[in-house]
């Protein structure tokens, strides 16, 4: 069984930096791909970032590339999720994820098998 818990979200102005933290519980953290997922009000999860057990490949969604950078911990079982440049468009609610089945990353959210409950951002104009 593995326990995400996330943190560091909050409100920011656009422009501004947040960075995201995903504590997972688990001896084997380490062994498999971790992913970021957030859903806007209306709108289906989507995918954010993943990033393998490892840390060397690393997945971005288009509108975050740039901005965003994955990364992991795996002595402190902790992945980051370091946003700039924030926009009101990156505004949601961001889960953190884990593929205990998989290495490699990967953008479906069917692949993952535990979520965290996640931590709102909130990017004001």
């Known amino acids: 069984q593995v326990q995400l818990v996330e943190s560091g979200g909050g409100l920011v102005r656009a422009g501004g930096s947040l960075r995201l933290s995903c504590a997972a519980s688990?001896?084997?953290?380490?062994?498999?791909?971790m992913g970021w997922f957030r859903q806007a009000p209306g709108k289906e999860r989507e995918f954010v970032a993943a990033?393998?057990?490892?840390?060397?490949?690393?997945l971005l969604t288009d509108s975050v590339k740039g901005r965003f950078t994955i990364s992991r911990d795996n002595a402190k079982n902790t992945v980051y999720l370091e946003m700039n440049s924030l926009k009101p468009e990156d505004t949601a609610v961001y889960y953190c994820?884990?593929?205990?089945?998989?290495?490699?990353?990967?953008?479906?959210?069917?692949?993952?098998?535990?979520w965290g409950q996640g931590t709102q951002v909130t990017v004001s104009s």
């Open positions: 688990g001896r084997t953290f380490s062994s498999y791909a």
């Open positions: 990033l393998d057990w490892s840390g060397g490949i690393t």
């Open positions: 994820s884990a593929a205990h089945k998989r290495v490699l990353p990967t953008r479906n959210p069917g692949e993952y098998d535990y």
